[in-house]
């Protein structure tokens, strides 16, 4: 059995293919993400999934390509632990990142993007894949990522200059007591998934003014912090990948467009894309 996953901090998307390349079954776990969660939650969402934990001695490869695997301590922990867990596996940790070439350019040149939870972005030149910066997570960096808009939100919620029409739908939405809240930002694991929680919120308020600015002027610094510094031309294709891109590609395009660039694809979930090239380019 060969496991391919596509992993976010929030969650996991997992394919079972048979050795002849036919799928087996899929399954979702939680956010895998080795730079913010201890490793003993890690095991527990992995064994979670009765696929897997019924399983564990028959799988030969994993293919996994998650968020926090661009450090090689990160990338350390969640590999011992596959390796623990799969005994018989040989292992394959990737960022992020390059399952999101794999699931858009494939083997052509491209800036790809991704706006999940967190974000990241990458110039792949057909070879080799860099970054204009190393990610520092959700506290410094994610311009326009789930826990960035969900940041803003609660910030101009108690600053007090939300709308007041869409105040009280988040009231609603949300237990906004302030020590519920700083109970889960700083007691609780996962405080960037929590954020990004937030952020869902925008998507029955795509069309408001107030909505539209606020992804606007995100989408503006991500494009200033992470797609400008490669200095490339709209003659380079840009992907992104995630539901903030998928559903607000409309203001997305119009950022672009300002910078006199274009999207050339949007993917909300890339694992049916990233299973195919798997497919023709690196199992066996």
């Known amino acids: 059995m060969i496991l391919i996953a596509d992993g976010g901090s929030t969650k996991v998307d997992w394919i079972a293919l048979d050795d002849d390349k036919n799928e087996l079954f899929k399954v979702r ?24 934990s019924t399983n564990l001695n028959t799988v030969s490869k994993i293919f996994f390509y998650g968020a926090g695997c661009g450090t090689e301590k990160a990338t350390a922990i969640l590999k ?15 960022e992020d990142t390059l399952a999101a070439v794999y699931a858009s350019s494939g083997t052509e040149p491209a800036i790809v993007c991704i706006l999940g939870t967190g974000s990241n972005s990458s110039y792949f030149d057909g070879e080799t894949i860099t970054s204009n910066s190393v990610s520092l997570g959700y506290i410094v960096m994610d311009e326009a990522s789930g826990n960035y808009f969900g940041k803003r939100l609660l910030r101009n919620y108690f600053y007090k200059v939300m709308p007041d029409y869409i105040a009280r739908e988040f009231e609603k939405a949300y237990n906004l007591e302030p020590d519920h809240i700083k109970y889960n930002l700083y ?19 795509k069309e408001d003014p107030y909505v539209l600015a606020l992804m606007e002027d995100g989408f503006d610094a991500f494009f200033r912090s992470r797609v400008l510094p490669y200095g490339k031309d709209k003659s ?25 660039l274009s999207i050339t694809g949007v993917i909300q979930r890339p694992i049916g894309n990233l299973i195919e090239y798997h497919k023709k380019h690196l199992i066996d």
């Open 236 to 260: 380079t294709p840009i992907y992104f990948i995630g539901s903030i891109a998928h559903y607000f590609s409309d203001i997305l395009e119009k950022v672009a467009a300002k910078h006199e």
């Open 187 to 205: 007691r609780q694991p996962n405080p960037n998934t929590y954020l990004a929680d937030f952020a869902s919120f925008m998507f029955q308020f």
């Open 29 to 52: 776990t939680g956010g895998l993400n080795p730079a913010v969660v201890p490793v003993e939650v890690l095991r527990e969402r992995i064994l979670a999934a009765e696929e897997f």
């Open 80 to 94: 011992e632990l596959f390796e623990e867990l799969f005994s018989n596996a040989a292992v394959v940790i990737g």
